[in-house]
């Protein structure tokens, strides 16, 4: 029997993990004005860079770029940015039910 193993690269995800991040910030504070390092005279809105970025990140993926894991950038993308858009607000101000019954579950530190 064949077990299928899967390698990845550790590199992949960290930039997906990145990508969440700035999915999150880019979508929370739209207005937010961004620039590049070594091209301090070119701004740009938070809002305009996460849309560029996961359009060039679905480019790479359709038209099989391989220079970059587009893949793992856009889950990362989509990631932080359901978790602007929903995740605050259904799952992490209703955590209290589920840490009471860890808590109950767990029982006292003694």
């Given at each position: 029997?064949?077990?299928?193993?899967?390698?990845?690269?550790?590199s992949?995800?960290?930039?997906?993990?990145?990508?969440?991040?700035l999915?999150?910030?880019?979508?929370?504070?739209?207005?937010?004005?961004l620039?590049?390092?070594l091209l301090?005279?070119?701004?740009?809105?938070?809002?305009t860079?996460?849309?560029?970025i996961v359009?060039?990140d679905?480019?790479?993926?359709?038209?099989?770029?391989?220079i970059?894991d587009?893949a793992?950038?856009l889950?990362?993308?989509?990631?932080?940015?359901?978790?602007a858009y929903?995740?605050?607000?259904?799952l992490?101000?209703?955590?209290?039910?589920?840490?009471?019954?860890?808590?109950e579950?767990?029982?006292?530190?003694?």
């Amino acid at each position: 029997m064949l077990i299928p193993i899967i390698f990845f690269d550790i590199s992949q995800l960290f930039s997906g993990a990145i990508m969440a991040i700035l999915g999150y910030v880019c979508t929370q504070y739209p207005d937010t004005k961004l620039g590049i390092i070594l091209l301090p005279f070119l701004t740009f809105s938070a809002g305009t860079a996460i849309k560029v970025i996961v359009g060039l990140d679905t480019a790479g993926v359709l038209l099989g770029w391989k220079i970059f894991d587009h893949a793992a950038h856009l889950g990362g993308a989509a990631c932080g940015i359901g978790w602007a858009y929903w995740g605050n607000e259904r799952l992490w101000q209703k955590r209290d039910p589920i840490l009471q019954y860890w808590h109950e579950f767990r029982g006292s530190i003694k």
